[in-house]
């Protein structure tokens, strides 16, 4: 599903606002794509503490899925 026209576009970005498509799935993704798009939340997240103050709800509802993800796959090995 990363892998799709959506995913590439995604890859691209530094950092995924509240507005851009997120993954349904995040257990279809490899670790590496899961990765990179944690690594675009967290981008997006230290950049609505600068600008804003706070986080926008959407983007730390990411996050949160982010990591359990990570932890489930973590308890799984």
């Not at 981008?43 to 804003?52: G, I, K, N, S, T």
């Not at 926008?56 to 796959?73: A, N």
């Amino acid at each position: 599903m990363y892998g799709s026209k959506i995913g590439e576009e995604m890859t691209d970005k530094l950092r995924l606002t509240p507005d851009d498509a997120f993954p349904e799935d995040l257990e279809v993704m490899t670790d590496n794509d899961l990765q990179v798009l944690d690594s675009q939340v967290q981008r997006q997240l230290d950049h609505e503490v600068v600008v804003a103050g706070e986080s926008d709800r959407e983007t730390e509802f990411r996050h949160y899925e982010l990591d359990h993800e990570f932890t489930q796959r973590d308890d799984t090995r």
